[in-house]
């Protein structure tokens, strides 16, 4: 697609594609005290910038801005181009309250009148 425009207009659309990947991205991995950002991110993995970021292996936690969404486990990491790609071998949700040991119903009122 880009094989007939000039080196510098290329250059140009690549730095605007990172900067608008930086601008409206926030998901980020923890690893301990470092965070990376996250480019992209699907059902299998995500990928990382290549400068800036190392391997990971082991447990992380994924992070939209301050909001703790997953944990996951990362298996392996290929580079490609400019990225750094990461699978995992699981992804699980972080629950925001605690699990139930019963059914909760469906419906459930906002409050109760008393006699």
Known sequence: MYTFLPEAVRQGLEDARKAALKRKDRLAVHDGDETYRIR????????????????????????????????????????????????FKWLTPVANQPAADFVRPDFVPAGLIGN
């Open 40 to 87: 992209r991110f699907w059902d299998g993995g995500f990928a990382l910038d290549l400068e800036g970021s190392e391997r990971l292996r082991g447990h992380v936690d994924i992070y939209d801005g301050p909001k703790h969404l997953y944990q996951c486990l990362v298996v392996s990491s290929v580079d490609e181009d400019d990225e750094r790609v990461f699978e």
